[in-house]
């Protein structure tokens, strides 16, 4: 009996130890489910980043203005967005231009189609073919845009409205256009008989009513902007070989006062709401100006040439290309040289957020061109296969836009 009571005895403490065991080892699980169950929490949360999204990785450097002050540059410096890059074509691009009011995105492939972008198949808007496209300018709200097409010796030129979505072609004594105060006004080069006339166009009547501003206009080859209320920008087309010039005239008083006595590869670009101007020279490089008169550029720490860059209300988008030397303005009007660039978004704080849109593009260089800002992000062509792109998720991208200004 004695012998069996021992066994009892054992039997007892080894049930109990197993017990205990148990007990400790269903603790540590339960431990273990609760900590990678509150991460997975985080995730969803947005602490961590999402792994179906790339996100550009956040980092700081310190830079020297011509004024020199500290500028801080910060890569994507809200780590709670997620900036991304989509192609939104589905055929290459010539030009584009987007409905501010609607956010519709539409496009002028080469063979002058009209499309309306998305983010499933691209609509079809317009199947009539243009031969030989040349230049796309849009108003500020983006319903109207007009086009010329042809040879540079006799341009044609049509309106496309995004609202109706049809087009209105101009009349063929049109040598030169842009659009004037409003959307039913084109400031135009006329062709005479023996001399060629400057003056506003109203496309509200049939056949288009020209109101005459200067009789015998003798400036050529030079591209127009109507700055509001009464002036008249004008630039010399650019050229590596000679200089050129560029002038602000007064519709009203017809004063002409010179903003530019001469340089070569001069070129500017307006921002959306025409509240500053991109310019470039081969002698004074990039440059920013608030309207006009040109005169003391705002200093940026980086250089660009005008058809990389767009903005609207004080906020400043360039796309700047990471190599030194490569910003020479006629290797890109040549297409000699492509680039890979780097976003910088200045908003005039004194802060520069910049992203590299190429890791977002899966390491394949951006060599963008003609962007343009809405409030579902930034757009532009990427010269390398010439499709469409979006960037969205940006840092202080405008939400709205105001339609009392044109641009070209």
């Not at 499309?115 to 500020?140: C, F, M, N, R, W």
């Not at 040879?151 to 004037?180: C, E, H, M, Y």
């Not at 680039?339 to 593009?361: C, E, H, M, P, Q």
Request: net charge negative; aromatic share 12%.
């Amino acid at each position: 009996m004695k012998k069996q009571y021992k066994i009892l005895i054992v039997s007892f403490f080894i049930i109990l130890l197993a017990v205990g065991i148990y007990v400790v080892w269903k603790q540590i699980k339960n431990t273990s489910v609760d900590v990678v169950t509150k991460t997975e929490a985080d995730v969803v949360n947005g602490t961590l980043p999402e792994t179906s999204e790339k996100n550009v990785s956040s980092s700081t450097e310190t830079t020297t203005n011509t004024d020199d002050k500290k500028t801080e540059v910060t890569n994507t410096t809200d780590q709670k967005r997620s900036i991304t890059l989509k192609k939104l074509s589905d055929v290459p691009v010539f030009d584009f231009w987007i409905n501010q009011k609607t956010g519709d995105v539409f496009y002028l492939s080469f063979l002058g189609k009209v499309y309306l972008g998305k983010d499933g198949e691209d609509e079809s808007v317009s199947d009539q073919q243009i031969q030989a496209l040349s230049s796309v300018l849009e108003t500020t709200t983006g319903e109207k845009a007009l086009v010329s097409f042809g040879s540079p010796q006799n341009s044609q030129w049509g309106v496309f409205d995004s609202v109706d979505k049809a087009w209105r072609p101009l009349p063929s004594n049109i040598l030169l256009a842009t659009w004037g105060k409003d959307e039913n006004q084109l400031v135009v080069i006329k062709r005479n008989t023996s001399t060629n006339s400057l003056g506003f166009l109203d496309i509200t009547k049939t056949p288009p009513e020209f109101k005459n501003i200067i009789s015998n206009f003798s400036l050529q080859d030079v591209r127009l902007s109507f700055v509001s209320p009464s002036n008249l920008f004008i630039n010399e087309l650019p050229s590596p070989q000679y200089n050129s010039r560029a002038w602000l005239l007064d519709t009203k008083s017809f004063s002409l006062n010179t903003l530019n006595s001469g340089e070569r590869d001069l070129f500017f670009r307006w921002s959306q709401d025409k509240s500053f101007v991109f310019g470039f020279g081969a002698y004074s490089g990039f440059q920013v100006f608030n309207n006009t008169p040109l005169s003391n550029p705002s200093p940026l720490p980086f250089s660009t040439i005008p058809q990389k860059c767009t903005g609207d209300f004080n906020m400043i988008y360039c796309f700047v290309p990471q190599e030194d030397g490569v910003v020479l303005f006629e290797n890109y009007i040549m297409n000699k040289k492509y680039s890979d660039d780097v976003l910088y978004i200045d908003d005039a704080s004194g802060y520069l957020n910049k992203v590299f849109v190429s890791d977002l593009n899966n390491g394949s260089p951006i060599d963008a061109k003609t962007p343009r800002i809405s409030s579902a992000g930034l757009y532009f062509i990427n010269k390398f296969d010439g499709f469409l792109y979006r960037v969205s998720g940006l840092i202080n991208a405008p939400t709205n836009t105001d339609p009392t200004d044109y641009h070209d």
